[in-house]
């Protein structure tokens, strides 16, 4: 529990104001005029000329450090120990902040979490302002308070030392404002030596936009057989047996040592795959050719940053049993896992494994990707004209190109030529894809499902007949 002093202190200090550091979800971190309303139930901070507000009966708990996924766009490890997150809206959203020095972390960490406690504990506020005073308690157990037990704001003011720190105005100049006199924010032990670290420049940066704190967070459930290891340290890697397999018979939040803002999602026989709004990529399973991208031979019990595509903005991704796939903003796609099945399920024209993402070049070069499937033995692919495109194994006329034959590098498939194929899907044996088809009695177009390989092909006695070795329109 905060000494009551160095409490009142503290919120002193909040209701004054100072500049932060603030992350947000698009953009470079930036600088805003940060305070706590006289009511302490809300925090408020300028961005584009406009009052924003964090009430905070909606925070469910404050972080130290830098342990969201919004700090990990910008890390600045050296800053970890002035930067904290407070966890609001159910979980689904942060206000990622970091502060001057270690002075200003400790007052606005230690104010703010007592207000959250109270909150939680339903205590409406610490210090309830009444008439234009401010209460607080003055370590009696009195049923009644005397006049004395109110001060005024005015008075408070009074009292207070205003110094006014050097203006920070961008990204880059963090470092300097740590240069200047630590005493630029002292909280001692009197209200009269207060001192706070304020500025009443806004930031002129032009990154970021206004709306990056309206959007909710993407969570992601599992459930089902899963690696589980609840006694590892989130983003742990190791080898691991079957018996660190469990089910999960409900669906239950994916655990991981960074708040993932999950935008897709996309699961394989043994291993899962998602992209954050941020555009990054993480992988969790078991390890097997190099399907994790992630360049070790590790299962991985919690989602992992794919490092290698970092620079890249990925858009989509899949999953197959045996190699993972990722479409970038630009349409480009990269493919990795175990190319020692001879299927070209890598699209490289080889049946070496890549351990790390690598762009598929070739026939795709020039070309823009828009979707990608996965199969077990093969992958298909749309480009934004609507052309599809199919490699792998050909086993059972799965590739629709007419024949049973392997293709190591990505194939259009010709009978479909001159249509916009709109969605494909991969299966074991077989695969399926929408087509607009244009209807010629109205001129309109509408979406036709075409089917090909093993299984695709059932007679009205039920009975499977020989595979379709090119698409064909289903029902037959």
């Given amino acids: ?27 470079k971190p930036k600088f805003y005029p940060f305070r706590l309303s006289h009511d302490e139930s809300s925090l408020i901070w300028i961005s584009s000329s406009k009052e924003k507000r964090l009430k905070l009966a909606s925070v469910s708990r404050i972080i130290s450090g830098q342990r969201t996924l919004v700090f990990q766009r910008f890390p600045l490890p050296e800053k970890d120990h002035l930067s904290f ?5 159910q979980g689904k959203r942060s206000l990622d902040l970091i502060c001057k020095d270690k002075v200003e972390a400790e007052a606005w960490f230690t104010a703010l979490s007592t207000l ?31 006049n004395n037990s109110f001060i005024t704001v005015d008075s408070l003011e009074n009292k207070l030392n205003l110094n006014t720190s050097t203006k920070v105005h961008s990204f880059e100049d963090l470092n300097y404002a740590e240069r200047t006199d630590v005493t630029d924010m002292q909280l001692k032990n009197s209200p009269s030596d207060i001192r706070i670290s304020i500025s009443s420049a806004p930031s002129t940066s032009s990154h ?12 992601v459930y599992v459930w089902g057989e899963v690696i589980y290891d609840s006694s590892s340290r989130a983003g742990l890697t190791r080898n691991l047996s079957a018996s660190s397999r469990t089910d ?24 899962a795959v998602l992209v954050t709004r941020q555009s990054e990529v993480f992988t969790w399973g078991e390890e097997c050719g190099g399907r994790l991208g992630h360049g070790v031979g590790s299962d ?41 099945h001879n299927a070209g399920l890598l699209g490289h024209g080889t049946k070496i494994s890549h351990w790390i993402p690598k762009r598929v070049a070739g026939p795709l070069e020039g070309v823009q990707v828009s979707s990608v499937s996965c199969g077990t033995w093969h992958t298909a692919l749309i ?25 190591l590098y990505p194939k ?18 077989h695969t399926a894809a929408v087509v607009e088809v244009i209807v010629t009695q109205s001129s309109s177009s509408s979406g036709k499902l075409f089917t090909w390989g093993m299984g695709t092909n059932i007679g009205s006695d039920m009975a499977i007949k020989p595979p379709d070795l090119n698409p064909l329109v289903y029902p037959r």
């Fill in 116 to 146: 959250i406690s109270s909150n939680q504990r339903g205590v409406v506020k610490l210090n309830s302002w009444s008439s234009g005073g401010l209460s607080f308690d003055s370590g009696t157990r009195d049923s009644s308070l005397s």
């Fill in 1 to 27: 529990m905060a000494d009551p002093v160095e409490l009142e202190k503290a919120l002193i200090a909040l209701k004054k104001g100072t500049q932060l550091l603030k992350y947000g979800r698009k953009g």
């Fill in 208 to 219: 970021g936009s206004a709306q990056e704190d309206s959007e909710f967070f993407g969570d």
């Fill in 412 to 429: 259009e498939v010709e009978s479909l030529k001159g249509l916009r194929t709109i969605a494909v899907s991969c299966g074991v044996w």
């Fill in 85 to 89: 997150s407070l966890i609001h809206s």
């Fill in 300 to 340: 991985v019990v919690h989602p992992r940053l794919v490092e290698s595509l970092s620079a890249l903005n990925i858009e989509t991704v899949a999953c197959g049993e045996y190699h993972t796939c990722a479409i970038t903003v630009t349409g480009e796609l990269y493919t990795w896992g175990d190319g020692r």
């Fill in 248 to 271: 999960i018979l409900l669906p239950k939040p994916i655990e991981s040592n960074v708040m993932l803002d999950v935008n897709y999602v996309n699961c394989g026989v043994r291993h």
């Fill in 383 to 407: 480009t934004t004209a609507g052309q599809l495109y199919t490699f792998g194994d050909g086993t059972f006329g799965v590739l629709g190109h007419g024949n049973r034959e392997t293709v």
